[in-house]
């Protein structure tokens, strides 16, 4: 098999999959629409107000391990990556996390991610229509030595943990808890 | 006389195992002073066995033989000192056989060990001893071979081939094709052969391995004397076509 | 935020959290073990074992990174003993091989030895007897070493899970029986109701040209394992006595795998649950979801699972014979049982496990003299239809696009063989361009064929990263080829053709980077134990190539494993199948500094 059919095999099996998976993550719809992580809030632009939680990572675990939030709060997060590996922080319910690392499966397999990068030409491939990428507003890749930063506005009530879904990583015990208030 | 015959044929064969068990004993006593005195074996160990191969009852009409083949040997991987015997006691009396053949073996190649010493043959009388080269393994297909070359002390050039097979059934039911032939340079009139093929001998044993070290068998044996030699059996009264069934127990230790 | 302050979170975590399964010594670093022959009915039938502290496995001994350890070893058997640490780094005065290590001569009955040394290193060990047959009689246990930093990896609970195997066969026993007659313990021996089941699915005509191939070669493709009779155990407690471990839903669950078994590889797997392992031979790797793992002998992996409903699991290690299973179970209460499936297929070997007899490639042996095989150690590769291709001094090997070497070998193996060239663990052979290899049958030195259900992950030496890189990727100083010979007819084993007894050692210089080129020119596996230094396997992952102290060399195949001479002193280098180091399969390694070299 050449490098080039390897591709492309692989670019339709994730086609399929994004077809297939009613949680898939990245798939653009119109405004409005209900997304998948609809349930644990949404995007939002943070303001002077917004409060700012610093997070850390280091190779398999999160610093700190809970957050804190109140119902319907607004939290600016600038993640840091300390360790030699490429982290993931997403905010979702366990549910989530566990349909989304089948994703991370898929694009560490096919290569658009590794184990302490990503892939930008293979991420951003056009794969027969379709395209897949990691830019959803509720997740962020972090590679070695990098900052992100990401800000929600969580829902009321859903159980939310922000994890690293990389393979393994979560398996690992590298997920934190969002600890709601009144 | 017979009875002494046979007495003397029991005590020669009780006499080699005997010697062969003690090697054995040996064996497994020097294992141990060894590892006792902080070097490792690792190779380099000693070891012995005694295979009696076939001791059985072969019926054929008239005269019941008796037979038995086996060998014991001691040593290293590489090299080992071998005996080999076998022979038969026919009933009623008549001629018997019985050799016995002590060689030192080597290694020689993945399969294959070659071999050298001396054979005796007790019986027939007059007993008569050789000079022995052989190899003895297992050739391409599986079979165990055993193939050697005598020299008599009358300078008569022989040799004798042995093939096995193991066709198992199942794990414990094992079908065993074996196969003789002997030839030889010169006439030996007082043995009974001419020059050429001597004889072949086919025969084909049932055994069931209740262990490993003891399995019983059935089976039947078919030798026919050739050419001359079968003339000259003939003429000494005995069958050059024979053919018996048989029952047996094959087991080592 | 700080990392001090992450430290101590996850310390005190642990501390709460860690629960052990068998008896410990805690704390204290003087640490006593008496050896000594006791009664053990593993099977129903009483059979002295030797043992450690009265127990089987010993006790566990928990040390700290860092820690002196003093430890006093009373002999109370009949004979000379010794204990190995098996994965420590070490002076070689402690590492307890009588006759190899240096100044260690054993302990001798009625005596107490003394160990002393400081603990360089974290993870998962074991420790054992280095002596006559005494670690198949039971004298084996498990080392746990805490960490000074934290682990990368969280867990609730922890359990050390030894895999062994027993037999109520005395082992000198088994040892005259192998040499005797090599097939004594395989009852699964082609018959002819196997032949005519075969002619059955593939036709007569395949089945008696496979047959006759195999004849003609004179081996045997269902010489899996040499010993047989075995009861598999986990923590000494066999299938009937099910081991247990408790969790509760959700919690995560570390599960130390030490195969301590004197032959047996075990296929460990938990039945829909994913393992997610995180250390192997006690050096973090980057975390790997699995659904299957192939543990060698003196192998051994660190697992986390994390089991969600409130039932008990099934902790199943099949022996790589399919002759049983060492079985526990992971369970939220006591007295649970998880389900024993039925066993899978037994393998059989095929044309790619055909050893390469090439013989000699010219390469170093790292001996002082030349060294020739002594005859019968080469088994003849004169069989019709097979095409080694490349010449003896060839080098017989052939790099791959990932960096690892596979043996230069060109069967055109008769189709009735039935050699597919399929990489059971084809999601990790990414990027690999199969058509460059060319090869119609060989065997992929790292891929292991469990025979795992389609999609199902088992884990192969390539999906080993390290975690953090002791070691600089560099090309090694020079090359010693490593010919792993022997003669199965005759149950004896080798190293370039030369038996332990009969072999000088090998002379590595302090500070080089050797590179042993294993070729494994007979048809078993062989699990290669170096003691005192690492050796890291070139698996293609360059500086996060996984570090190990024991190897597996699977059958008729070749693999490059670098090693830095970072230890002085003579150390023990063997195939940890027990009966194959007894059988001849050991060397000794001698590290020398460069002016004692020169003498």
């Not at chain 1, 405004?31 to 002077?48: N, R, S």
């Not at chain 2, 005694?50 to 054929?60: D, F, G, I, N, P």
């Not at chain 2, 019941?64 to 060998?71: E, G, K, L, N």
């Not at chain 3, 004298?139 to 867990?155: L, T």
Request: aromatic content about 8%; some cysteine.
């Amino acid at each position: 098999m050449t490098t080039r059919t390897l591709f492309l095999r692989a670019a339709l099996f994730v086609a399929v999959t994004l077809t297939l998976a009613p949680t898939a993550i990245g798939a653009e719809g119109p405004p409005g629409h209900t997304h998948a992580f609809a349930a644990v809030g949404e995007p939002a632009k943070p303001t002077v107000s917004t409060r700012s939680v610093q997070v850390t990572m280091v190779d398999m675990a999160f610093e700190p391990e809970t957050v804190k939030v109140k119902a319907g709060e607004m939290v600016h997060f600038v993640i840091t990556n300390k360790g030699e590996l490429l982290h993931e922080f997403t905010l979702g319910t366990p549910a989530m996390h566990s349909e989304h690392q089948k994703e991370m499966a898929t694009m560490m397999d096919h290569g658009m991610i590794t184990a302490t990068g990503v892939d930008q030409k293979m991420m951003h491939m056009d794969m027969g229509g379709m395209h897949m990428s990691h830019d959803d507003p509720n997740s962020a890749l972090v590679p070695p030595g990098e900052t992100r930063e990401l800000t929600w506005k969580f829902s009321k009530d859903a159980e939310i943990e922000f994890a690293c879904n990389i393979p393994g990583h979560y398996e690992s015990g590298m997920v934190g808890k969002i600890e709601r208030s009144r | 006389m017979t009875s002494i015959v046979r007495l003397s044929c029991i005590a020669t064969v009780a006499l080699v195992l005997g010697a062969a068990a003690s090697l054995c004993a040996r064996a497994q006593t020097e294992s141990h002073p060894d590892a006792a005195h902080g070097d490792q074996m690792h190779g380099g160990t000693l070891y012995g066995q005694v295979l009696v191969e076939q001791l059985e009852y072969r019926w054929k009409d008239g005269h019941d033989v008796t037979a038995w083949d086996a060998q014991a040997w001691y040593g290293g991987d590489y090299e080992k000192l071998r005996l080999k015997t076998e022979g038969n006691l026919r009933s009623p009396q008549r001629v018997n056989d019985a050799e016995a053949q002590l060689l030192y073996s080597r290694l020689v190649g993945y399969y294959w060990d070659l071999q050298a010493g001396v054979r005796h043959d007790f019986r027939p009388k007059p007993s008569r001893s050789y000079a022995v080269i052989g190899l003895q393994g297992l050739a391409p297909g599986y079979f165990e071979v055993d193939a050697s070359t005598f020299v008599s002390q009358d300078g008569d050039l022989s040799a004798r081939l042995k093939a096995d097979y193991d066709l198992l059934i199942t794990q414990r039911l094992i079908l065993q094709p074996k196969m003789e032939i002997n030839v030889a340079a010169r006439d030996v009139p007082e043995l009974h052969t001419a020059a050429g093929l001597n004889d072949i001998e086919l025969g084909l044993r049932l055994r069931y391995e209740f262990a490993r070290e003891f399995a019983p068998y059935v089976g039947v044996n078919w030798k026919r004397n050739l050419g001359e030699t079968a003339q000259l059996v003939r003429r000494s009264g005995d069958d050059p076509d024979e053919v018996a069934g048989l029952v047996g127990v094959r087991f080592w230790f | 935020m700080s990392a001090k302050h992450i430290a101590s979170a996850w310390v005190a975590r642990l501390a709460l959290a860690t629960i052990v399964s068998a008896p410990t010594i805690a704390g204290a670093e003087t640490y006593d073990l008496v050896l000594e022959n006791k009664t053990v009915n593993i099977t129903g039938k009483d059979r002295t074992a030797t043992l450690i502290n009265g127990q089987l496995p010993g006790p566990v001994l928990r040390f700290k990174e860092g820690e002196n350890v003093t430890v006093h070893v009373t002999n109370r058997l009949k004979e000379e003993t010794s204990i190995h640490w098996h994965g420590l780094l070490l002076p070689s005065e402690q590492d307890g091989v009588p006759g190899v290590s240096n100044g260690f001569r054993g302990i001798l009955p009625g005596e107490t030895y003394t160990y002393n040394f400081q603990i360089k290193q974290a993870g998962t060990y074991w420790y054992h007897s280095h002596s006559a047959t005494q670690e198949q009689s039971g004298m084996y246990a498990p080392i746990i070493i805490e960490p000074k930093n934290r682990e990368p990896f969280r867990y609730d609970r922890d359990y050390v899970v030894v895999l062994s195997d027993w037999t109520d066969e005395n082992p000198d026993g088994i040892v005259r029986n192998l040499k005797l007659y090599p097939g004594y313990y395989n009852e699964h021996k082609r018959t002819l109701v196997n032949f005519f089941r075969e002619a059955g699915e593939k036709g007569l005509g395949a089945a008696l040209k496979d047959r006759k191939m195999w004849g003609d070669m004179r081996m045997d493709p269902t010489d899996i394992a040499d010993v047989a009779g075995y009861t598999f155990l986990i923590n000494g407690k066999s299938p009937a006595d099910n081991f247990t471990a408790l969790f509760k839903p959700g919690e995560r669950v570390r599960l130390r795998f030490i195969n301590s078994a004197a032959m047996s590889y075990f296929d460990v797997r938990i039945p829909s649950l994913k393992m997610t392992v995180v250390q192997a031979d006690g050096n973090n790797v980057q975390p790997i979801p699995v659904d299957e793992l192939r543990i060698a002998v003196a192998e051994t992996y660190d697992v986390l699972v994390q089991p969600r409903e409130d039932k008990a699991y099934s902790l199943l290690a099949e022996s790589m014979d399919r002759t049983g299973f060492a079985r526990g179970t992971l369970a939220p209460r006591e007295g649970m049982v998880g389900e024993i499936p039925p066993h899978r297929p037994r393998p059989l070997l095929t044309m790619a496990d055909m050893g390469m007899s090439f013989g000699p490639t010219g390469l170093d042996r790292g001996t002082p003299h030349p060294e020739t095989d002594a005859p019968g150690h080469v088994a003849p590769m004169d069989m019709e239809g097979m095409d080694h291709g490349a010449p003896q001094a060839s080098g017989a090997t052939h790099t791959m696009p990932d960096g690892s070497t596979m043996a230069g070998m060109s069967h055109d193996a008769p189709a009735s063989a039935g050699p597919t060239h399929t990489m059971p663990d084809g999601s990790t052979m990414t990027g690999m361009d199969h058509s460059a290899m060319g090869h119609g049958a060989m065997a992929d030195p790292l891929a292991n064929d469990t025979g795992a259900p389609p999609g199902a992950k088992v884990l192969s030496y390539r999906d080993l990263k390290a975690l953090s890189s002791l070691y600089d990727a560099r090309e090694p100083d020079r090359i010693i080829e490593v010919r792993l010979t022997g003669n199965m007819e005759r149950f004896f084993w080798s190293m370039n053709g030369r038996m332990y007894n009969e072999a000088q050692p090998i002379v590595l210089r302090y500070g080089e980077r050797v590179r042993f080129r294993f070729i494994n020119e007979t048809m078993m596996n062989h699990p290669m134990h170096l003691h005192g230094m690492w050796m890291l396997p070139r698996v293609g992952n360059g500086a996060r190539d996984p570090i190990k102290h024991v190897v597996n060399i699977k059958p008729g195949s070749s693999l490059d494993v670098d090693i830095p001479a970072d230890a002085e002193g003579n150390w023990a280098f063997h195939c940890h199948l027990l009966y194959h180091m007894e059988a001849g399969m050991m060397r000794k390694v001698t590290v020398v500094r460069e002016a004692a070299a020169n003498d």
